[in-house]
């Protein structure tokens, strides 16, 4: 159903991001060129202004070399919990619109907006009202790119950078790509367009004409993607970022265990592994579950709630022993045991919702 259907692709990008982020917070700083980062000998410039890019400056460029190329550029100090804060408040005027968000980083991300929450049929009014929210609730400016896939829209959001909202149209693409300059297809970097043009490949166009084989031989399996983008195809799906609701660990035993000691071993070993896991992801949350699984398969789980968040052993065990206590394994032998955290939240309706509980493996 989905696959033949044109999608409705939106890419974001915030202009000069957090160059921008303190130029709005220091209106002294507005209309001057600004290099968020260090100013000293080992420094590096995160982003610059468009004030500073005129005169060369860009992101990854040693703050020297940017000193000598403009030396009125003025160095700010990074606030990295400021971007993140704005970043997520993007996000959220995103999700007016849809919640199918993919973002690539801070200030960067792909919506498909095919079936969006608003039901307005064309993309572009979408991106131009995403444009206008972020200038008016965050006085920021950002670019948008329309198109039906991935590819095509992150090419045209930069393509009238900054303050841009560029749509390229499904019956206009192959126009668009056979002009593009082989530099500006996704993943084709500086080493790669060197070897496009030794083999005298500079256009879409002349990549076009490239057989399938010949791009496999020369690039491997991105040979395969570099053929079907000169043809416009991308069929990658925008793939939101999944909220973590629960972090768990199970181990089905070796043989099926009814007595108590063999059972609180077990439990332990459980508990440890996902003390770690729960550690490792930084997860916090204050439910636990039991999973069981007895020798007949018939499966049971087992929940408690505490105010205090779980992400020790010394508390998640003994509420994991008491779980185990409501359970009646002398008579039915025990073949799995899992224990998960999980975070309930309330839901609009203001009900508590059944939670999906995860025990993948990872
Ligand atoms: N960034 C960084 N180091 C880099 C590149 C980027 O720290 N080498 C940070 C600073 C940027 C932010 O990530 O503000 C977003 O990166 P972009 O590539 O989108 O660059 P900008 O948003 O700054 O500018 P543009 O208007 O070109 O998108
Ligand atoms: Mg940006």
């Known amino acids: 159903m989905q696959e033949n259907r044109i999608r409705k692709i939106i890419h974001i990008d915030m202009d000069a991001f ?3 982020v303190e130029q709005r917070d220091h209106p002294e700083l507005r209309g001057k060129p600004i290099a968020v ?5 080992r420094g590096v410039v995160a982003t610059a202004s468009y004030e500073a890019r005129r005169y060369g400056v860009h992101s990854a460029m040693s703050s020297q070399k940017a000193k000598r190329l403009c030396p009125q550029l003025i160095f700010i100090p990074g606030r990295m919990e400021v971007y993140k804060e704005v970043s997520g408040q993007i996000q959220e005027i995103f999700r007016e619109y849809t919640d199918l968000i993919e973002p690539l980083s801070l200030d960067e991300a792909f919506l498909d907006v095919t079936d969006n929450k608003q039901h307005i049929e064309l993309a572009v009014d979408i991106a131009k009202e995403i444009k206008q929210h972020i200038r008016k609730e965050l006085h920021l400016v950002a670019s ?3 198109s039906y896939n991935k590819f095509l829209a992150k090419i045209a959001s930069d393509y009238r ?6 749509v390229i149209h499904p019956n206009r693409a192959q126009h668009f790509i056979d002009r593009l300059p082989i530099e500006s297809f996704w993943g084709v970097g500086p080493v790669t367009a060197q070897k496009m043009h030794r083999l005298g490949i500079h256009k879409g166009e002349e990549l076009k004409s490239c057989s399938l084989s010949m791009l496999t031989r020369q690039f491997g399996k991105a040979g395969i993607i570099y053929y079907n983008f000169a043809r416009g195809i991308d069929n990658r799906p925008v793939e939101a970022i999944r909220i973590r609701k629960s972090i768990g660990c199970e181990r089905t035993l070796e043989k099926d265990i009814y007595q108590r000691s063999a059972v609180i071993i077990e439990l332990y070993h459980v508990a440890t592994e996902l003390v770690e896991r729960l550690k490792r992801k930084d997860f916090h949350g204050n439910t636990l579950t039991l999973k069981i699984k007895f020798h007949d398969f018939k499966q049971i789980t087992r929940s408690i709630t ?8 010394n508390t998640i065990l003994p509420l994991a022993k008491q779980l185990m206590g409501e359970v009646d394994y002398e008579q039915h032998p025990i073949r799995l045991i899992g224990l998960s955290v999980s975070n309930p939240k309330e839901d609009e309706h203001g009900t508590w919702r059944q939670l999906e509980l995860d025990f993948s493996e990872e």
Not at 37 to 41: F, I, K, P, Q, S
Not at 161 to 166: C, E, H, V
Not at 306 to 313: G, I, R
């Open 18 to 20: 957090y160059a921008s």
């Open 37 to 41: 980062g260090h100013a000293e000998e």
């Open 144 to 146: 948008a790119g329309v």
């Open 161 to 166: 950078k900054p303050d841009g909202l560029f």
């Open 306 to 313: 505490q105010t205090k968040e779980l992400n020790e052993l």
